[in-house]
């Protein structure tokens, strides 16, 4: 039987569904009796989401123009 | 190779590994590149408008500094122009460019030497007895946590825990969960292989997690 410690050791990999079906099946099976690797699965995997879904910056509009004024600057002077 | 600062000054990320295979370049991608080459107007203005949120993200997320993400943007773009005659198709063009970002990011880091918010990446790493079970002195999870999460104080949370990890696991977290790009393109793009890019990602995942936890129970 898988430990805690085996479990967090593969954590990025399971979120990512990166294993086998088998080191999967074993994982499943520590987290079917382990509350706490449990949340911990959960908590990672939902705290992963929100900085895939809400973290990217938005690059400001006019730090985009001031780049093609300056590209269309540099052409020009070639 | 590790992101570091160079003594020289001289660009930190400039190869990948040996035996890292490069993806092929697309024929579109090829066809943008002849048109930079010949300094086609257009094609420049293409290439910003594909990147720019990419680039700014990355390099926003490294510095941690609005001016110097948008000043490290500038400076790639110009660099992307200057320099792409000698682009020799290595790698895709999006690799060369994010290398580019995550160099001039790490220039205008080390010139600010502000680099002193990190935290130790051990030092956020769950114990665990010697039959390796967890060693929780603390609840593991705060009861409301999916909620806070949510909350707009515990977003500020998040992006500073983020911004305490060391830069070579920050830059894997950002290019990979923030931006998300590939492990091949993380890999590509950093110079490491695979391998050293999913081990970062794993402790960077793990820490980032760990200090959330100790904010919310912590009520910071």
């Known amino acids: 039987m898988l430990s805690c410690q085996d479990l967090l050791a593969d954590l990025s990999e399971y979120l990512d569904d990166g294993m086998t079906v088998e080191v999967r099946r074993e994982l499943e099976a520590h987290l079917a009796h382990c509350s706490t690797c449990e949340v911990l699965v959960d908590s990672t995997r939902k705290t992963l989401k929100i900085v895939s879904e809400n973290f990217s910056y938005e690059i400001p509009p006019e730090v985009s123009g001031r780049i093609l004024a300056r590209i269309r600057t540099a052409l020009e002077d070639r | 190779m590790d992101l570091g600062f160079g003594e020289t000054g001289s660009l930190l990320i400039e190869q990948p590994e040996a035996g890292i295979r490069p993806p092929r370049m697309p024929s579109a991608e090829g066809r943008l590149v002849a048109r930079l080459r010949q300094a086609d107007h257009a094609s420049f203005e293409e290439?910003?408008?594909?990147?720019?949120?990419?680039?700014?993200?990355?390099?926003?997320?490294?510095?941690?500094?609005?001016?110097?993400?948008?000043?490290?943007?500038?400076?790639?773009?110009?660099?992307?122009?200057?320099?792409?005659?000698?682009?020799?198709?290595?790698?895709?063009?999006?690799?060369w460019i994010y290398r580019i970002t995550v160099n001039a990011a790490l220039m205008k880091m080390r010139r600010r030497r502000y680099d002193d918010r990190t935290v130790p990446i051990d030092e956020a790493m769950p114990t665990f007895d010697e039959d390796g079970h967890r060693v929780a002195t603390l609840p593991d999870w705060?009861?409301?946590?999916?909620?806070?999460?949510?909350?707009?104080?515990?977003?500020?949370?998040?992006?500073?825990?983020?911004?305490e990890?060391?830069?070579?696991?920050?830059?894997?977290?950002?290019?990979?969960?923030?931006?998300?790009?590939?492990?091949?393109?993380?890999?590509?793009?950093?110079?490491?292989?695979?391998?050293?890019?999913?081990?970062?990602?794993?402790?960077?995942?793990i820490f980032v997690r760990e200090?959330?936890?100790?904010?919310m129970l912590q009520g910071r």
């Open chain 2, 47 to 95: 290439v910003v408008e594909q990147y720019e949120a990419k680039v700014y993200g990355l390099a926003r997320g490294l510095t941690r500094n609005d001016e110097d993400a948008q000043d490290a943007v500038q400076e790639t773009f110009l660099s992307v122009f200057k320099n792409v005659k000698s682009f020799k198709g290595d790698s895709s063009l999006s690799t």
């Open chain 2, 142 to 163: 705060h009861p409301r946590a999916d909620e806070m999460l949510l909350n707009k104080e515990m977003g500020g949370h998040l992006r500073r825990a983020i911004a």
């Open chain 2, 165 to 205: 990890l060391e830069v070579d696991y920050r830059s894997a977290l950002i290019m990979r969960d923030q931006e998300g790009l590939s492990n091949e393109e993380v890999a590509a793009t950093l110079g490491l292989t695979v391998a050293a890019v999913k081990s970062r990602l794993h402790r960077a995942r």
């Open chain 2, 211 to 215: 200090r959330i936890k100790l904010y």
